[in-house]
């Protein structure tokens, strides 16, 4: 089957680095995107890695490793209003099918 | 404002009532997608469609039945729903594209209560 896994909750303090993990087990994978969900709102894109490497966005940096089936959502310079939840997810086969992670909630503190 | 409205936002309904989820893009946008999202579990694909044709279809129970009169527009019509499908049903569009990322939009929500 497929499934993506990723820690439950992190937490940070502001102005702190955090990594997100983002392990998957399975075959067909294109690519890895990251989503951003606040409480009561909608998902938001944040970030998709087809390639191998390190993508940068402002402070968010994203990565992914194929071999390793592992990729990491990196935040830096953590504000509070990056408390949210973060979802990985696969991008699969056929029309754009994402197969998502059950999300990291991501607590910032003063 | 993400360019895509879902109404309700909220719904009540009993086991026996028939209801209808709308949701609106307005991003020129040729594939819509319809989530699933309970708590403590990952977003869960339902139904995919691509320029008003259904293309995926992840064994989903018939007493949801999805509906696209056309690419701006796509219905999930409620019939004997349990309990257990108490969630947020969560729309989404995007352009369609095949090759790449296909960053997709997400709606507010509809948060559905099965009495």
């Known amino acids: 089957g497929q499934s993506l896994e990723q820690p439950s909750e992190v937490t940070a303090v502001e102005g702190a680095i955090v990594q997100i993990n983002c392990t998957y087990q399975t075959s067909g994978f294109y690519g890895l995107s990251w989503y951003q969900q606040h409480d009561g709102g909608a998902p938001t894109f944040l970030s998709y890695?087809?390639?191998?490497g390190l993508e940068e966005t402002g402070r968010f940096s994203s990565f992914l490793s194929r071999s390793d089936s592992y990729g990491y959502l990196l935040l830096q310079e953590l504000q509070m209003k990056d408390s949210a939840s973060y979802f990985c997810a696969g991008l699969s086969g056929g029309y754009n099918k994402l197969i998502f992670g059950a999300g990291t909630r991501l607590a910032v503190h003063p | 404002e993400t360019g895509v409205t879902q109404t309700p936002r909220h719904l009540v309904m009993g086991m026996t009532n028939k209801k209808s989820l709308k949701c609106e893009q307005h991003l020129g946008h040729n594939a819509m997608y319809w989530y699933k999202q309970s708590a403590k579990k990952p977003l869960e694909l339902m139904f995919v469609y691509s320029l008003e044709e259904r293309v995926e279809n992840n064994s989903v129970p018939s007493r949801f039945s999805p509906e696209c009169p056309n690419s701006s527009h796509l219905f999930l019509h409620l019939h004997t729903l349990q309990p257990e499908d108490s969630a947020l049903y969560l729309c989404a569009s995007s352009q369609g594209s095949t090759s790449g990322t296909d960053e997709q939009f997400f709606g507010p929500g509809t948060r559905l209560t099965v009495l």
């Open positions: 890695n087809a390639l191998d």
